[in-house]
């Protein structure tokens, strides 16, 4: 749709351009007459269509970079709620993505509460875990250590670095 009003605004511009230089050329109007025609041309008609078609535009990009990670916090859960347990190395390479990307749509569902379960990070395995079956634990699910609160959320192993998320 952007694209569509930034060329209508510019055929516009170029078609009655044309018609106040040819009928600046032949004398029917005068050099103030042709002015004051390009800039009221200009400010009402061309500046916006152009305008609100480059908004349009860029408005557009902005929410597809932002469904394309909706997309891929999507295909993470499924992932991992589908397997149960899976190599974050198994996940960068399925979701094309970083292992710090895959982190931060980790912790980005968690958040949003989409999420729980635990992340061996020096093993790379994710699990997932219900949260009644992690609410209330004293103990990692990883090494049976004892666990502390690191977060809203977010309780971490001090002995193994398993980070489990509720």
């Known amino acids: 749709m952007g694209l569509i009003l930034i060329g209508i605004g510019a055929a516009i511009g170029l078609a009655v351009g044309a018609w106040i230089v040819s009928a600046l050329a032949d004398g029917s109007t005068g050099l103030s007459g042709a002015m004051l025609g390009f800039v009221l041309l200009l400010v009402f008609i061309v500046a916006p269509l152009v305008g609100g078609g480059i908004y349009i535009l860029n408005k557009g990009r902005a929410e597809e970079r932002e469904l394309a990670h909706v997309r891929a916090q999507r295909a993470l859960i499924d992932i991992v709620k589908t397997r149960g347990q899976v190599q974050i190395s198994d996940l960068v390479l399925e979701l ?40 209330g634990r004293q103990t990692c699910p990883n090494c049976g250590g004892q666990v502390e609160l690191a977060g809203k959320g977010l309780i971490k192993c001090p002995y193994c670095g398993a980070e489990i998320f509720l």
Do not use: C, I, M, P
């Open 96 to 135: 094309k993505s970083t292992r710090d990307q895959v982190q931060q749509n980790l912790h980005d569902l968690v958040g949003r509460g989409l999420f729980s379960g635990y992340v061996d990070w020096n093993k790379g395995v994710l699990y997932s875990v219900e949260a009644s079956q992690l609410n």
